[in-house]
């Protein structure tokens, strides 16, 4: 799934440079900050929708973990074009939320940023500030 300019996949790009990685890298990481919410769309014909849908958002991202490489990269600048699979999407949540960790997803810069969910990724939602309570866990089964 295509993430839009709105989403901001620019700050994505941003943290994952300042976190290291390079054209053709491939690791398992942690991204912190990023949040959900709403997004208003026109209907595309053929298509059955509400009009509204979730998205993810990379605006308020502060940083990026990188816990695993699986491939080097080539040490290369790579694309801010930023999509993930269905699976990641299926673990976020369905209305705003802000101080999301996604943990261990794994991040292909290749042309386009890919984001894959598998079965170690987690996603964590963590209490707003100045809220005391455990961070609630998502985690594919």
């Known amino acids: 799934m295509k993430v839009a ?14 976190a290291g990685m390079t054209h053709d890298q491939k690791a398992r990481v942690d991204l912190v900050g990023v949040h959900t919410g709403p997004s208003f769309f026109m209907p595309v014909k053929g298509i059955a929708a509400s009009g509204v849908t979730t998205r993810l958002f990379f605006c308020r991202m502060t940083d990026v973990h990188i816990k695993e490489t699986i491939a080097a990269g080539d040490g ?37 940023i890919t984001l894959t ?15 005391h309570r455990e961070p609630h866990l998502i985690s594919v089964r």
């Open 5 to 18: 300019a709105y989403q901001q996949p620019h700050v994505l790009k941003k943290r994952l440079q300042e």
């Open 76 to 112: 290369n600048d790579f694309s801010g074009k930023v999509c993930h699979n269905r699976q990641l999407k299926r673990l976020l949540p369905r209305h705003y939320q802000p101080g999301i960790t996604i943990k261990n997803v794994l991040v292909h810069c290749n042309g386009t």
């Open 117 to 131: 969910a598998d079965e170690q990724t987690q996603v964590v939602i963590g209490a707003p500030a100045g809220v």
